[in-house]
């Protein structure tokens, strides 16, 4: 009997182990892969469906079953059935820092447009459009990246919860002191000082430009080639 102890003592304890290496499996792959508009039970589901999580999860609740069956006493039964809970709650309590890492690296509050070591034409092309987003308030989560030129600069951007858009960037552009030329539910265009500034929104976000007033924007022959579906760029 006292083997038998000795040997489900063991059992639990690389059981805890790999509940710890689960627990972080689930962070790095939320930090890298996860959706930084999810909540952290969103962020959950999706990591035990999608990603390895769910199985990390199963290797920790396969030993949790042998110490459960194999046990000869019940606190270590009952050792043995927790220790996957709390590798559940671990998960769903790293989700929120694993994404605001994810946010923190690759997503800004603000787009931009500037890079550094961009050569001429470009680098003054992209301080004026920098010049014109910075003018303007903008709502949800911006990517890192993007699409610029000497045609302007687009950038695509998330959004937490259901947000309109459109509706928001009817009141900010005159605030800032852009007019409204063109508004036809599905985009949003606006003028001011030779500069143009246009909106599309995406699902679960949208898609911004500004350059030249002269310049067609997303697709429709400078930033992007024609017929470009502006929404399939990033999402």
Do not use: N
């Amino acid at each position: 009997m006292t083997g038998r102890v000795v040997s489900i003592a063991v059992l639990l304890v690389i059981e805890a182990g790999l509940a710890v290496l689960a627990v972080l499996v689930h962070y790095e792959f939320m930090r890298i892969y996860g959706g930084i508009t999810d909540t952290a039970f969103e962020g959950l589901i999706w990591g035990l469906t999608a990603g390895p999580s769910g199985m990390a999860l199963g290797v920790v609740a396969v030993a949790g079953v042998f110490g459960l069956v194999l046990s000869p006493q019940l606190w270590m039964r009952l050792t043995a059935v927790a220790i996957p809970v709390l590798v559940l709650l671990g998960m769903l309590a790293v989700t929120p820092s694993a994404l605001g890492q994810k946010t923190e690296r690759q997503f800004g509050s603000t787009p931009q447009c500037v890079i550094e070591g961009t050569d001429e034409p470009m680098a003054t092309a992209d301080r004026e459009s920098q010049r014109a987003f910075d003018s303007i308030e903008h709502i949800g989560y911006f990517s890192i990246g993007g699409i610029s030129g000497v045609g302007g600069c687009a950038r695509w951007f998330v959004l937490s919860g259901d947000v309109d858009v459109l509706q928001h960037y009817r009141a900010a552009l005159p605030e800032a002191g852009w007019e409204v030329v063109k508004d036809d539910g599905s985009h949003l265009r606006a003028e001011r000082d030779g500069l143009a500034f246009e909106v599309r929104p995406c699902p679960g976000g949208g898609a911004i430009w500004t350059g030249s007033e002269d310049d067609p924007a997303f697709g429709e022959g400078t930033v992007m080639q024609q017929g470009t579906d502006v929404c399939a760029q990033h999402f």
